[in-house]
């Protein structure tokens, strides 16, 4: 019976839209213009520890069109989720939260911002899909490069797992 308490646990608990903000300073002349929105996309995730064995992981986009120099609407939404992660080794509980927990969750996020950006009177954005794991390792490398050493898991906000 013991053994069976040791067994690995991931289970998502919720999925939810933590927050999401639209803005269209130039509507409705940005209407009119004939040119294409130019889109730049920018991307951050985030992690936090809830309560034992239970974390809070967060994908945030953020999209901005403009057109020449004016912008044509701006819309960030934060995708969060809950999940419960419980023995699993130290050594893979960071990749975990900072690679899979985002996979799951950037979906729902990617419904959102299209629904947002549809609602608000402009074509769809379709997102393209995000290698978490390039992304992760991209931040692991820039927080080595910024630490001189700590003990803990480095959460992929860039705070430190307590326990």
């Known amino acids: 019976m013991a053994e069976q308490n040791q067994q690995p646990v991931f289970q998502i608990q ?14 409705p002349a940005i209407f009119l ?42 819309v960030e939404g934060k995708q969060a989720g809950i999940f419960e992660v419980r023995n699993i080794p130290e050594d893979q509980l960071d990749p ?10 950037y979906p729902y996020l990617r419904a959102n911002i299209a629904d947002m950006v549809t609602r608000a009177g402009f074509p769809p954005v379709h997102l393209s899909e995000i290698n978490f794991e390039v992304f992760y390792e991209q931040r692991r490398a820039a927080l080595a490069q910024q630490q001189t050493g700590g003990a803990g898991i480095i959460m992929p906000d860039g705070s430190q797992a307590q326990h």
């Not at 996309?41 to 986009?61: F, K, P, Q, R």
Request: contains cysteine; proline residues 6%.
């Open 33 to 74: 213009e004939q040119e294409p929105p130019a889109m730049e996309v920018a991307v951050d995730v985030g992690a936090e520890v809830l309560a034992d064995g239970i974390y809070e992981s967060t994908v945030t986009i953020t999209v901005t069109a403009k057109v020449g120099d004016k912008v044509a609407f701006l």
């Open 14 to 27: 919720r999925v939810y839209l933590k927050d999401v903000s639209l803005e269209q300073p130039n509507s």
């Open 96 to 105: 975990l939260l900072g690679i899979g927990c985002p996979n799951i969750i």
